[in-house]
């Protein structure tokens, strides 16, 4: 570890993304628990006010959702958990999608989400306080599913259409699990 201690921050960077070192790790893991966190809803969005994930953890089944309006995956995703948040809001589930657009994007996030007709609460992550402790990487879309105990039991990086089915019947266990 001497080694590491006298490289240069570029050499660190430039060894992270050849994959010589491993990137950050996530504070919460599968079996750990999430933040408690708060964060804005955005302006023009399904819902207005705050979310508070506290109010969720250890009562409901909680799909949160890293998305940006540049991830052309993430536009595919999202109205997929639209449909879900529908057929299974009357159980508890709650889905929440955190935007990590920057400034420079953010105005495009209201648009967007009811371009695709979400109904959940959007909120944006602008400090990057909540991406970094769920999703250092910052891959998007990234989707953690925390069931009824507060416990995370599932994470994924990506998404593609392939995976409907999965994601489905996977959402359908995570509302009946006690």
Request: glycine residues 8%; aromatic residues 8%; charged residues 20%.
């Amino acid at each position: 570890m001497r080694l590491i201690s006298t490289l240069s921050v570029p050499f660190l960077a430039a060894a992270m993304l050849l994959g010589v070192m491993a990137p950050p790790q996530a504070e919460a893991r599968v079996g750990g628990r999430p933040p408690a966190f708060t964060l804005p809803s955005i302006p023009g969005g399904p819902v207005s006010g705050n979310f508070e994930m506290g109010d969720h953890l250890g009562e409901h089944p909680v799909v949160i959702i890293f998305w940006a309006t540049w991830c052309e995956p993430c536009k595919q995703q999202l109205p997929l958990y639209q449909q879900l948040y529908e057929r299974y809001k009357e159980r508890g589930l709650e889905v929440v999608a955190v935007s990590m657009d920057g400034a420079e994007t953010i105005a495009r996030a209201a648009p967007t989400v009811n371009r695709l007709g979400l109904e959940f609460p959007v909120v944006s992550d602008l400090d990057t306080a909540v991406t970094s402790r769920l999703n250092p990487r910052r891959g998007a879309p990234f989707t953690v599913w925390v069931d009824r105990s507060g416990r995370i039991v599932h994470e994924r990086e990506g998404f593609t259409l392939a995976e409907r089915d999965d994601i489905a019947r996977g959402v359908a266990a995570l509302v009946r699990r006690r």
